[in-house]
């Protein structure tokens, strides 16, 4: 089964918690604070793997998570870091995210990388709290929290050679002359329900990639037939193979319709290179009409050439044809080099305040939540250095001025705050 969508949900590693400790050592009456740090959260990466080809994997298995930091121990010692999370995906891979649809990444390297969720970093321990005026801080951070995505994974085939053309024009049947792939082959339309790739040798030291694109069909750009779920495959593609059924009624249509259908999905398609051959050259009936097909297609200035994938008359030319265009071709980086992408950052200091239907006030903002995800609440210390925050992100002041009242109940994440002028 080919699959060449899905969506996973990822989340790394919250940081490890800091450590609140005193040294207790005999002849050491002030040993003073010792607590350590917390280890960092694993991260979630995105890595390609050539074996792979499809999805598939992602339909049995959809959340991954990575491992969380250690908390840190008694003298200075730091927590172990979690170990990070690598997800293998086929190259091709087209990396959204879910809910806002921006584009992440685009994975076609052997061994490429993409870091989709980076771990929590540990929470400090309260030896990093002392100073000349505090010597002895009971105040300590929890680790901070993972992040967390939905991903839709798209792939989009890479093959140097698409072979296109309407159902049973005979593309399995020449991908498999050509190469060492074994697509399923029968005699009757859509027998191709997922594309195939297969590699063939040119010469010695030359091989290419070849992909069969399932069959198209008129609409195909607005998802009829197999539609845009194969369409999107022959945008890899550098050259394409245009194989037309010799038995059909009208060839000269048949291409026309498919270089339509691919021009509706992405302009660009119209402007592939492109070989384009009429199949089944074994059929007596198509030797009869070879002369009038030559004629049709010389009136619309494309070249043609006769081959039967069948019978193997004429497919090694028509590959080393195709070598040779692929060779004057510039890769797809080479024509469109990607454009660096500059996101605008909002300052994670921003807040926002909002009465709740219950008389009590939300408080939200990246850094403000945070912190309050990484206060340990039962240490007087750490409760004190979060009201500090509060007061330096002008946090109080704005719930004075939205009206707020002594004892009204503040919410910052998922914790409960009780409001003290």
Same mark, same amino acid.
């Given at each position: 089964?080919?699959?060449?969508?899905?969506?996973?949900?990822?989340?790394?590693?919250?940081?490890?918690?800091?450590?609140?400790?005193?040294?207790?050592?005999?002849?050491?009456?002030?040993?003073?604070?010792?607590?350590?740090?917390?280890?960092?959260?694993?991260?979630? =990466?995105?890595?390609?793997?050539?074996?792979?080809? &499809?999805?598939?994997?992602?339909?049995?298995?959809?959340?991954?998570?990575?491992?969380?930091?250690?908390?840190?121990?008694?003298?200075?010692?730091?927590?172990?870091?979690?170990?990070?999370?690598?997800?293998?995906?086929?190259?091709?891979?087209?990396?959204?995210?879910?809910?806002?649809?921006?584009?992440?990444?685009?994975?076609?390297?052997?061994?490429?990388?993409?870091?989709?969720?980076?771990?929590?970093?540990?929470?400090?321990?309260?030896?990093?709290?002392?100073?000349?005026?505090?010597?002895?801080?009971?105040?300590?951070?929890?680790?901070?929290?993972?992040?967390?995505?939905?991903?839709?994974?798209?792939?989009?085939?890479?093959?140097? =050679?698409? =072979?296109?053309?309407?159902?049973?024009?005979?593309?399995?049947?020449?991908?498999?002359?050509?190469?060492?792939?074994?697509?399923?082959?029968?005699?009757?339309?859509?027998?191709?329900?997922?594309?195939?790739?297969?590699?063939?040798?040119?010469?010695?030291?030359?091989?290419?990639?070849?992909?069969?694109?399932?069959?198209?069909?008129?609409?195909?750009?607005?998802?009829?037939?197999?539609?845009?779920?194969?369409?999107?495959?022959?945008?890899?593609?550098?050259?394409?193979?245009?194989?037309?059924?010799?038995?059909?009624?009208?060839?000269?249509?048949?291409?026309?319709?498919?270089?339509?259908?691919?021009?509706?999905?992405?302009?660009?398609?119209?402007?592939?290179?492109?070989?384009?051959?009429?199949?089944?050259?074994?059929?007596?009936?198509?030797?009869?009409?070879?002369?009038?097909?030559?004629?049709?297609?010389?009136?619309?200035?494309?070249?043609?050439?006769?081959?039967? *994938?069948? *019978?193997?008359?004429?497919?090694?030319?028509?590959?080393?044809?195709?070598?040779?265009?692929?060779?004057? &071709?510039?890769?797809?980086?080479?024509?469109?080099?990607?454009?660096?992408?500059?996101?605008?950052?909002?300052?994670?200091?921003?807040?926002?305040?909002?009465?709740?239907?219950?008389?009590?006030?939300?408080?939200?903002?990246?850094?403000?939540?945070?912190?309050?995800?990484?206060?340990?609440?039962?240490?007087?210390?750490?409760?004190?250095?979060?009201?500090?925050?509060?007061?330096?992100?002008?946090?109080?002041?704005?719930?004075?001025?939205?009206?707020?009242?002594?004892?009204?109940?503040?919410?910052?994440?998922?914790?409960?705050?009780?409001?003290?002028?």
């Amino acid at each position: 089964m080919f699959v060449d969508t899905a969506e996973i949900e990822v989340r790394s590693g919250k940081g490890g918690d800091g450590m609140v400790h005193f040294r207790r050592e005999k002849y050491v009456p002030r040993g003073g604070p010792d607590g350590g740090d917390g280890g960092r959260g694993g991260d979630v =990466i995105l890595e390609v793997r050539p074996s792979l080809t &499809t999805l598939f994997p992602f339909r049995n298995r959809a959340r991954y998570v990575a491992q969380e930091g250690k908390g840190g121990g008694s003298q200075d010692r730091t927590g172990h870091g979690g170990e990070t999370l690598v997800i293998y995906v086929p190259a091709g891979t087209i990396v959204y995210d879910a809910v806002s649809g921006e584009l992440i990444g685009d994975l076609t390297a052997p061994g490429q990388r993409l870091v989709v969720c980076k771990g929590g970093r540990g929470g400090r321990g309260n030896t990093r709290f002392k100073n000349a005026i505090h010597q002895a801080p009971r105040t300590a951070e929890r680790g901070e929290p993972g992040e967390e995505k939905r991903l839709r994974l798209e792939l989009k085939l890479i093959a140097d =050679i698409g =072979i296109v053309g309407v159902p049973n024009a005979g593309k399995s049947t020449l991908l498999s002359v050509l190469t060492n792939a074994r697509p399923k082959i029968a005699a009757y339309p859509f027998t191709t329900l997922e594309p195939n790739l297969g590699v063939a040798e040119v010469d010695d030291e030359t091989t290419v990639v070849l992909a069969d694109i399932p069959g198209l069909i008129e609409g195909a750009s607005q998802g009829v037939g197999l539609g845009f779920e194969f369409l999107r495959h022959v945008q890899r593609t550098r050259v394409l193979i245009h194989l037309l059924d010799g038995l059909s009624t009208d060839p000269l249509a048949d291409y026309s319709q498919i270089n339509t259908e691919m021009a509706l999905f992405d302009p660009a398609l119209a402007q592939k290179p492109q070989l384009v051959a009429v199949n089944k050259a074994d059929q007596p009936e198509v030797q009869e009409r070879w002369i009038d097909f030559q004629k049709q297609f010389k009136k619309k200035n494309v070249p043609v050439v006769l081959v039967s *994938a069948l *019978a193997r008359t004429g497919v090694r030319d028509l590959l080393l044809a195709a070598a040779g265009k692929l060779a004057e &071709t510039p890769t797809l980086e080479e024509v469109a080099p990607p454009m660096p992408v500059y996101r605008p950052v909002e300052d994670p200091r921003l807040f926002q305040i909002r009465r709740e239907s219950d008389g009590g006030w939300r408080v939200s903002g990246v850094s403000i939540e945070r912190a309050a995800a990484m206060t340990f609440w039962e240490h007087d210390g750490s409760v004190r250095r979060f009201q500090k925050l509060m007061e330096h992100l002008g946090v109080d002041a704005a719930l004075e001025d939205a009206g707020a009242q002594e004892g009204d109940t503040v919410y910052v994440g998922e914790f409960e705050l009780e409001y003290q002028e």
